[in-house]
């Protein structure tokens, strides 16, 4: 078990270094920050003089080493578009970005459970195919164009709800919040339904062939032999075991739910870290890209380690196989 | 030739196929939309890119159905006039041959580093399974977000745009080999220890001619199932780029740009310029992601 979670802390640990040697590289191979910093009318002296300052003279391994020191104190330098320190415009956006994600990370597993649960066991029900049917557009549209449709529907044509932004925020701390005005919940409504409904139709499929496959097995004809009920079947031993992939795979979404809000986010012009990416990109304010692409991949490699731990303490099988060595 | 012919039509998968009437329908739906798109500079009732049959008064006519429509611009008239239905099919060409191509470029890299890594095996089958790994472990769209956003801060705006398309087929399948190369090496791992591997290797054939001449041609049809759901994945990875803003260029439109163009016209009611290329997105995405699904059905014995 030990050997386990020192192998996988020192992968993450390495995937962390690449991730920042990307970030770095970016940062001074790929674009030249002095270029972007000046007028194209400065002189040579101008731009040594910004090379120094910026610490561009000295040797590659310094400034890596410079440059992981201040990522690890939050410091990734100032955004060359907007004129202000990248961590002090990210922790602004984080709040937008994080409430947004949770919304449709709940969305998700609320509804997408029951109603795999309810396609698995009713399977040639009409009700069943509709659904299924559903969730195969739901998997063939991209998020975008559901997000137009819906601003086109319920913004545009109704007026019901607005169409961009986050509406009156509540500041609690650092903290910005939507939850607590009308305007605010509003504005949730649409981005979060379109940022929710891909990993929904994700897990509702998810949910039935696991559950059709589990339904299958001896155990749970040999619970039906005993006399257990239907319900106690299907809820008490049937769910039980089918839940151990979809809290994995639902683990392992969060983390595609808040990259796939950059789409969301510039669809609705949702004020996130999303849409400052996308900026980010379409300016070259590498500054703010090379923050973006390390905070994704602490967040991505923190919930990869949590899910390892937890699929590993869940699942005994993965156990045994291990300690079977060499395989 | 003849054999294989009959062998198919008298197989399970042909019996499928013909007694399946949403996978037919979706056969023909894909096949009417790629034909489309193919012959569109043939077939489309206007050139969208020939700027002396483009009128700048006929720009924001709706359908022909709607008030104001005008019959020879059946789906409207975008902002500088061109034809909506004929702006499609000009950009579906371009959506599915930035797909395909994308899908062709991905399986080449996958199918080769998994057989290598597969029969290979040892310290490089390690260090390539490990960057699957942790490749898998970020969305494929990101993948593609960061390496079109380098190559764009890498080359420069002007020149960005002339190779725009190529950079985004590298993007996509740069974001896709994974599925190939790990499905490749599990079945290469079986394959290896094989008789007849086992005999080529005896008769002194290269790892080269091995890999390539004996098991290649084992383990392609698994690869099959995934290169066609992959097809549909990326279309839109591409759509959601151009829609980003960091795929095509305006210039050659592919559905996603069309999307983004028609989508600053939602809010003066011009709803016609983003809703026509959107369907058609959908359309195709839908068909050929209908066509993988049975296909991986039809090919799995064990859900008979």
């Known amino acids: ?327 | 030739m003849q054999d294989t012919m009959k062998r198919f039509f008298d197989g399970d998968v042909w019996w499928s196929f013909k007694h399946n009437p949403l996978v037919i329908a979706a056969a023909i739906t894909a096949l009417i939309c790629v034909l489309g798109a193919a012959f569109a500079p043939w077939l489309s009732p206007h050139n969208p890119f020939d700027l002396k049959t483009i009128n700048l008064l006929d720009a924001f006519t709706p359908p022909a159905w709607v008030t104001n429509g005008k019959s020879q611009f059946v789906l409207g008239t975008d902002d500088q006039g061109r034809d909506v239905l004929s702006t499609i099919m000009h950009g579906s060409r371009i959506t599915l041959l930035v797909g395909i191509c994308a899908v062709m470029l991905s399986m080449l890299i996958g199918i080769t580093l998994g057989l290598v890594s597969g029969y290979i095996g040892g310290k490089l089958d390690a260090f390539i399974m490990r960057v699957a790994d942790i490749q898998l472990s970020f969305p494929a769209i990101l993948i593609a977000l960061l390496i079109d956003g380098v190559a764009r801060v890498a080359v420069g705006k002007e020149y960005h745009d002339q190779i725009a398309v190529y950079v985004l087929i590298f993007a996509i399948a740069a974001s896709g080999w994974v599925q190939y190369a790990r499905t490749v090496r599990g079945s290469t791992l079986v394959e290896r220890n094989k008789e007849y591997v086992q005999a080529a290797r005896v008769i002194g054939r290269s790892p080269l001619a091995i890999m390539f001449s004996h098991v290649l041609p084992n383990v392609t049809g698994p690869v099959l199932v995934l290169a066609t759901l992959h097809v549909g994945t990326a279309i839109l990875t591409e759509a959601t780029l151009s829609f980003l803003g960091v795929g095509v260029p305006p210039t050659q439109p592919s559905l996603g740009t069309l999307i983004r163009i028609g989508n600053d016209f939602l809010f003066s009611g011009e709803w016609w310029i983003t809703v026509f290329p959107g369907i058609a997105l959908v359309v195709l995405v839908l068909s050929i992601n209908l066509l993988g699904d049975w296909l991986r059905d039809a090919l799995n014995p064990k859900l008979r």
């Open chain 1, 1 to 327: 078990m030990l050997a386990f979670i020192i192998q996988r802390l020192l992968q993450s640990i390495l995937v962390m270094i690449a991730v920042g040697f990307i970030a770095f590289s970016l940062f001074n191979f790929v674009g030249d920050p002095v270029s972007l910093m000046l007028p194209p009318e400065a002189t040579a002296a101008d731009r040594d003089e910004v090379r120094k300052s910026l610490g561009l003279d000295e040797p590659f391994y310094v400034q890596f080493a410079k440059f992981v020191g201040n990522a690890l104190q939050g410091n990734f330098g100032i955004s060359l578009r907007l004129g202000r320190p990248v961590s002090q415009l990210l922790i602004e956006r984080l709040p937008a970005t994080l409430e947004l994600s949770m919304i449709a990370a709940s969305l998700a597993l609320l509804i997408g459970i029951p109603m795999g649960v309810y396609t698995a066991l009713k399977r040639d029900s009409w009700v069943s195919k509709l659904i299924l049917t559903i969730s195969l557009v739901g998997v063939s549209l991209p998020s975008f164009l559901i997000g137009i449709f819906l601003i086109l529907i319920f913004a545009v044509w109704l007026g019901w709800l607005p169409s961009f932004g986050r509406g009156d925020t509540v500041k609690l701390g650092f903290w910005t919040t939507g939850f607590l005005t009308l305007s605010g919940l509003k504005a949730l409504i649409l981005p979060s339904i379109t940022l929710g409904l891909f990993q929904m139709t994700l897990i509702l499929r998810l949910v039935r062939s696991e559950m059709l496959e589990v339904l299958r097995t001896d155990y749970i004809k040999f619970a039906r032999a005993r006399g257990l009920t239907n319900n106690a079947v299907h809820f008490g031993h049937a769910l039980k075991n089918t839940l151990v992939p979809v809290i994995t795979i639902a683990g392992l979404q969060l983390g595609g739910i808040i990259a796939f809000a950059i789409i969301t986010e510039t669809v609705f012009q949702w004020p996130g870290m999303g849409l400052l990416f996308i900026q980010a990109v379409q300016f070259a304010d590498i500054p703010v890209m090379a923050a973006y692409l390390c905070l994704i991949g602490f967040i991505f490699v923190l919930i990869n380690l949590i899910v390892d731990m937890l699929y590993y303490a869940v699942d005994p099988r993965l156990r045994v196989e291990r300690s079977g060595g060499g395989h």
